[in-house]
């Protein structure tokens, strides 16, 4: 299946369909770097399906496609990493414009920590205890992008999803007919069993963690590296409220609340960071699980703020990185709404 | 410039409004043993003759750098301290009112609740005080010139109203001559050769279409072309059609022309008014109007009566040499926290921001900023500081109050 990825990279890049190729590369130490790839020659050094994610693709993007630009870019990432800049490109982080995002059925992630310390096995959706919880309970895992490629139910095919991707396929003479009836029946099976997943891992959360006592009690654990916001793309502020001298207390209110209570926690602000990262950036959350996989303290960041997400974006009828048309909730004033939040 | 930190603060009784129900007294009692409170008194009423002069003696005689008075809503007096403290030679923002009428006293009917209930509030004032800075009003002199959009009966007959009485008018037209929907007829024969003479301080542009719109009452920037043209007051004449089924509808492109404006418009599409009966051509938005058949169908002697009331309208309060007061309580953009995700631009309807392609930031234009805060509280990446309003001024308030 890398094979026949590679060779729609390089279909592309000789045929002009695209300038430029952005995917994971095997780099030095069994690490996967992102390139940029414009000599076709480079391309054996792509490697689309690295077993863990070390940088969020959305990121990678975003970090030189801030503005429109001159040139094609195919893009090959995961379905939440094309999902997130789907929500990037909303707060013009990331511009969609010249970019072909082409995804897979995503066989998942296994955690950095396992992968480092070569106690893993390929990813595999059949095989679930391998996977990052996230991953594990993920049901984005295809579909997402221009076009992706179909691995299952029979050999690897390329199918379009949106009208340039579908014209991509067109222009290197590829097939873009139904889906076929197995990887209809292969992704309806596996969704069943991830929403499943989904809805038991929700419910554990709930379980274990309702109230101010059990929030308390889940980012008890927080050393307050911030990893989780460094590594979310969708987290993309050059200052994050938490760190803005402005929010904090003078000397003067500590003491008075240690005299008060009998005492302070310091540093302060732990759960107001969660709380307020979740208020900021959850709707938009495309559960990639990045957060998570990247907490030194093994706090389930990613599946709390997943959670969150799929509440709060209900209560507006939002999906994160479904429709770069589709207005961010909290950008969009409806003078009539949300009655039943009244009182 | 730092300013001192000697507090004063003063409670008002409001006649019986406020004293007849919480115990003003143990209020003041309780702020006065606040650190830098200098002093903390009661007082009858303190909008009174008597009060304003009572605080200007007390603000000049103890030396206070900041006032809090506990009082009614800033929507009543908030003007009438802020004026206490320049007679007093105190920078009127380091003054902060505390409502304790509306908010306490006509909601809150046990006098222990209500009492405790001000001692927070005025407690989170006195800390904000605290963190307050002076601000500068500018004063512009505001631009007694008119801009007329549509050359029609209605547009050149404000025209010619307004530059008998003296006024520079600049009118627009979109197509190549002036007359609009009665272009031939007789009746527009004669302002029309008026208002292409030159003469008479009409200036007018055919063949143009304004394609922003920026400013305020007094202050007003077209842009059209490469052109700007600057006004105090905007009309709106640009007629209306016949629609399919038999009714009216604005003029094609108006649509896009209140969108420039910000126009709230109605369900027919036509601009919303200030007040149907009271003044039935004035826009919501202070110094637009709307005149002929723009405001609605309407017969040629009508479109004049309605020009007649506008250019009166605008000669009577847009006066030569009236001066208008800038609002400093501004927003700013810091340029380092900017992600450029012009987030602000789509919330601000004033037009005061603006997006810097080539540094990627939004920036905000001190003179039309209204502060309004619409911005600050959008921006998702915390860029945008409302000054008097600042994260800093509203912790220390809060956490004053909470204590
Ligand atoms: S919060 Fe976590 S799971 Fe959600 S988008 Fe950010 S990194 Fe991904
Ligand atoms: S938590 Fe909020 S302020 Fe901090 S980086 Fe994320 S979105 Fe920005
Ligand atoms: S990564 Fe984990 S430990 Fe670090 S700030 Fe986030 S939750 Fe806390
Ligand atoms: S404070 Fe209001 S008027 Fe000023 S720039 Fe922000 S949104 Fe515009
Ligand atoms: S909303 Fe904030 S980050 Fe976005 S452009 Fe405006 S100031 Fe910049």
Known sequence: ?343 | MTVGKRIGVFVCACGPNIADVLDIERVAGEIGKLDGVILSETFGLLCSPDGRKHLVSRIRGNDLHRVVIAACSPRDHETTFMKVCEEADLNPFMMEMVNIREHVAWVTPDRDAATEKAVRLVRGAVRRTMRHEPLEKMKIVCNPDTVVIGGGLAGMTTAILLAEAGRQVTLIEKSDSPGGFLSGDRRVAEPARTVSSGKKGIKMLLNTQPEEIVGFFGNFVLSAGNMEIKAGAVVLATGCIATENGGFAPAEDFGRLAELLRLPLDDEGFPEREHASLSPLATPIEGVYVTGCAGGPCFPEEAVARSEAVAGAILSSLVPGRELETEPRTSVISETLCRGCKTCLEVCTYGAISFDAEKLVCGVNGVLCRGCGNCAAACPSGAIRSRHFTPDQLRYQVEGLLR
């Open chain 1, 1 to 343: 299946m890398r094979d026949v990825l590679l060779n729609l990279m390089l279909r592309a890049l000789e045929s002009g369909v695209a300038d430029y190729v952005l995917t994971p590369s095997r780099g030095p130490g069994g690490t996967f770097p992102w390139i940029l790839v414009n000599d076709v020659r480079l391309l054996d050094r792509a490697e689309p399906f690295p077993p863990v994610m070390y940088v969020q693709g959305a990121k990678a993007l975003a970090s030189f496609a801030r503005s429109p630009f001159g040139g094609k870019v195919l893009a090959v990432m995961r379905p939440c990493e094309a999902r997130a800049a789907v929500e990037l490109s909303k707060l013009d982080q990331v511009t969609m414009q010249n970019v072909y995002f082409l995804t897979m059925d995503c066989p998942g992630a296994v955690p950095v920590k396992s992968y480092r310390n070569g106690d893993f096995t390929e990813p595999d959706p059949g095989e679930p205890e391998s996977l990052r919880p996230l991953c594990r309970q993920c049901t984005h895992f295809t579909g997402a992008g221009d076009l992706f490629l179909a691995l299952h139910g029979g050999p690897p095919v390329f199918r379009p999803v949106t009208g340039s991707g579908r014209e991509l396929l067109e222009t290197l003479g590829m097939e873009t007919g139904e889906d076929r009836a197995e990887w209809v029946e292969w992704r309806d099976a596996l969704l069943r069993h991830r929403k499943e997943a989904r809805k038991r891992g929700m419910e554990d959360m709930r379980r274990s963690y309702t109230g101010l006592g059990g929030l308390a009690r889940l980012y008890g654990g927080c050393i307050s590296c911030r990893n989780c916001r460094t590594v979310c793309p969708i987290c993309y502020c050059r200052l994050c409220f938490i760190d803005m001298k402005d929010r904090r207390s003078p000397a003067s209110d500590h003491l008075h609340r240690s005299g008060e209570r009998g005492g302070d926690r310091l540093p302060g602000g732990t759960l107001l960071f969660h709380m307020g990262r979740m208020a900021h950036m959850s709707l938009s959350c495309v559960s990639c699980g990045m957060c998570e996989d990247a907490c030194p303290s093994d706090i389930p960041v990613g599946r709390m703020v997943s959670m969150v997400s799929e509440k709060t974006a209900a209560v507006f009828g939002y999906e994160a990185g479904r429709d770069t048309e589709e207005p961010l909730p909290l950008n969009t004033f409806e003078p009539d709404e949300l009655h039943e939040y009244e009182d």
